[in-house]
């Protein structure tokens, strides 16, 4: 294992006698993954890396901006031994892709990337910067897709883009000017302050589409052998090692495999590895490319936790530098087994990281039941390509950081009331308490977690169901007196008289008055984790939102014959813009289809459907899942209106939407108090 093996932590009592100080050995859960790792001349505390999250809330000129430096000190505050700011292109001229620059003509650049590597470096994490060129899919992440397509595109061999945009063949002089500006941006992240530079070889950018055979036909001497493919990344290396010099570690971050026909596979991978490593002082294994391969390179819910991790395993059988992974990876028990059995020395997380920037700290502290995990939702990079904001599902600071990350106490201590336990009332009880509120939290089901107790019968989002318990340790610890099996009723909030009422009683199933809806073969979708048994081999799923196209997966996995029916021409319209192509995806796996059908009797054997043209037809199935969405719960929301002097109302019951925005409204509602 490079960077040897577990520390030994010794730390001094406070008594404040020297001589009567004992030692104490902290005992760490995860001693591997706690322990400090020196690559080139920089040691790093521990092995849980930031990974690069892309340039958002930029400036107008390209610099990196206070927002954005507020973005990357929160992993540093988190504990993470690494933080990777991103992504820095080096190279305009070709590249006008709307990210970074570090151009020393532009006023504040430099500047920025200070205050940037020095908000990092303040908190212990060691500041690297990720250096790219998009090369062909320049302009890849500007919302603005005309804009994008009026850019002209380089890559090394003239083609055109399957969506029709040109790409031009780089020249021999172009190379070598982008190979100079690789060095040059490198010299000037140094005199920032950054500490480690990662070269970003993979995920089908510029140096990743030199690699390609896919790509890459040249006939020079960049193209057709692996040697020849690779020198382009080579003289890349060569020019960032001239500009920082021997011993300043530099990182190459590269697709293990292209993941795709006709792209590289992992034993070239191993081979293009080789050819690297003499340039290197680390080397970071991803995995496919973001055009061709979205849900590889960031691992969606449909995939195992770390099933990218055998691709930086076996490279590292082939190379003697570190190596580090990611994909998927949130859990210390995996990561630090990943450690110990050899297969990386380091392990990189991005989504992890947002939905709890404090995962490291909360690792090195053995607080691991503590940490807030993601849900590989994609809201995250959904918000990216949408709006170019930055949001979490779990985590309401996200984005926000320059607000401020700190809950202050309440100038005044008040007694607050929640009804309900959903995720949007757990966040906002948790978060009131942590003012020093005295908050009582009323839950009328028997179980917290409100809608996300149906996510436990879908393996594939039990970490949704499990947010749940974790924001309810939270809020427990934080001092918030939980009661199951008690409604909020205008009575008990008399009794209570809070200062505060903050009302999450949520949403219920929408079940319109169709014909043999409410047959005892039907089973509601928020109910199928109580109702299995009820569900035969035949099954019809009624509602094709993100709700019924989710169990219609599930049960097609499961083995099932499953027929989707909607009277909407699209699925999922309800589905974030990342996560829902690859649902699609799933969809086409496992249930047939049916589309601008509208259903109008449910039957023993089915559900009659009229189609577009008016024909009517029997979709076949002897039990139904009624997935046809959700009603605020109107009526309990009015009988609470007054039943204090402040009132909130969050989550589904203001309107029916997403765990994003109950989570966010309950915070702010307990920020308000
Ligand atoms: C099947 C399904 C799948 C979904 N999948 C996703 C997804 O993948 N991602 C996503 O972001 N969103 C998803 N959603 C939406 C998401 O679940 C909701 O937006 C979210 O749960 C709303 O949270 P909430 O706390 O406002 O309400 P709820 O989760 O509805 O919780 C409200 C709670 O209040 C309780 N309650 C009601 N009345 C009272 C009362 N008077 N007193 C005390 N307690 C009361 C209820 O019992 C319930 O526990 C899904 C919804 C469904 C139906
Ligand atoms: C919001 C977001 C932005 C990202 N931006 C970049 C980027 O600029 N450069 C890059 O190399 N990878 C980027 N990635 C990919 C991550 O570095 C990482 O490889 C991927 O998300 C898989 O890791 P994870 O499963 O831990 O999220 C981004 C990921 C996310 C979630
Ligand atoms: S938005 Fe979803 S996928 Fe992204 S970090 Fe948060 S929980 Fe994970």
Request: with cysteine.
């Amino acid at each position: 294992m490079a960077g040897g093996g577990p520390a030994i932590f010794l730390c001094a009592g406070t008594s404040g006698n020297a001589r009567n100080r004992k030692e104490i050995l902290m005992k760490r859960n995860y001693p591997h993954l706690c322990s400090p790792i020196t690559i080139g001349n920089v040691t790093f505390r521990n092995r849980m890396f930031s990974a690069p999250m892309g340039g958002t809330d930029i400036t107008n000129d390209g610099c990196i901006g206070p927002k954005s430096t507020a973005f990357y000190e929160l992993r540093a505050k988190g504990g993470a031994a690494a933080v990777t700011v991103s992504e820095c292109m080096v190279h305009p001229a070709t590249d006008g892709s709307h990210a970074y620059h570090l151009d020393e003509s532009i006023l504040n650049s430099l500047a920025s990337a200070t205050y940037t590597a020095d908000a990092i470096r303040r908190h212990g994490a060691i500041p690297s910067l990720e250096l790219s060129h998009s090369g062909m899919y320049s302009g890849t992440y500007m919302t603005d897709k005309s804009r994008q397509k009026g850019l002209a595109q380089w890559g090394p061999s003239a083609c055109t883009r399957p969506d029709g945009v040109p790409v031009g063949e780089l020249t021999k002089e172009m190379i070598a000017d982008i190979v100079r500006s690789y060095g040059h941006v490198a010299g000037l992240a140094k005199r920032a302050g950054f500490e480690m530079i990662m070269i970003h070889g993979g995920h089908g950018w510029l140096i990743n589409q030199f690699f390609s055979p896919y790509f890459n036909h040249r006939g020079d001497e960049y193209g057709g052998s692996l040697k020849n493919r690779c020198r382009f990344a080579v003289e890349v290396l060569q020019s960032v090692r001239a500009a920082v010099g021997p011993g300043f570690p530099i990182e190459f971050r590269m697709s293990g495999s292209e993941l795709f026909e006709g792209g590289y596979d992992l034993a070239e991978g191993c081979r293009i590895a080789q050819q690297i490593e003499p340039y290197i002082n680390l080397l970071h294994v991803s995995a496919g490319t973001y055009q061709r391969g979205f849900g590889d390179t960031h691992p969606s819910m449909f995939k195992e936790h770390g099933c990218n991790v055998y691709l930086a395993a076996e490279i590292k059988k082939h190379v003697s530098v570190p190596v580090a992974t990611i994909g998927g990876l949130n859990d210390p028990a995996q990561m630090e087994e990943i450690i110990v059995s050899g297969k990386a020395d380091v392990v990189y997380m991005a989504r992890a990281l947002l939905a709890d920037p404090q995962l490291p700290n909360k690792v090195m502290a053995n607080r691991e039941g503590e940490i807030v995990r993601c849900l590989r939702c994609f809201t995250c990079m959904a918000e990216r390509a949408a709006t170019a904001t930055r949001r979490c599902t779990v985590n309401p600071l996200i984005g926000r950081e320059l607000e401020g990350d700190t809950v202050y106490p309440a100038p005044e201590k008040k007694k607050v009331l929640v009804a309900g336990g959903g995720p949007g009332g757990l966040y906002a009880a948790y978060t009131a308490a942590r003012r020093g509120h005295q908050v009582i939290l009323c839950e009328k089901d028997g179980e917290l977690g409100g809608i996300l107790k149906s996510e436990q019968a879908l393996p594939f989002k039990r970490e949704m169901y499990e947010l749940a318990g974790t924001y309810a340790a939270l809020a427990r610890k934080a001092g918030v007196e939980i009661r199951l099996n008690t409604a909020v009723t205008p009575e008990l909030a008399e009794a209570e008289a809070p200062d505060a009422l903050i009302i999450a009683v949520g949403s219920a199933p929408l079940v319109p008055p169709i014909p043999g809806l409410d047959g005892d073969n039907v089973v509601i979708v928020n109910n199928y984790y109580k109702e299995k048994d009820k569900i035969t081999d035949d099954v019809v799923v009624f509602g094709g939102g993100l709700a019924g196209c989710e169990c219609a997966i599930h049960l097609g996995q499961e083995g099932k014959r499953v027929h989707l029916v909607d009277m909407r021409d699209a699925l999922a319209p309800d589905a974030n813009v990342r996560h829902r192509p690859l649902l699609l995806k799933e969809i086409e796996r496992y249930a047939t289809v049916h589309t601008g059908c509208k259903g109008l009797e449910v039957r023993s054997d089915g559900i009659v459907c009229e189609t577009k043209n008016g024909e009517r037809i029997l979709v076949p199935g002897t039990s139904v899942i009624c997935a046809l969405g959700q009603r605020s719960r109107t009526a309990g929301v009015d009988a609470l209106r007054d039943c204090a002097p402040f009132v909130r109302v969050i989550g589904d019951a203001a309107k029916v939407s997403t765990i994003t925005n109950a989570v966010y409204w309950g915070y702010h509602a307990a920020l308000d108090i």
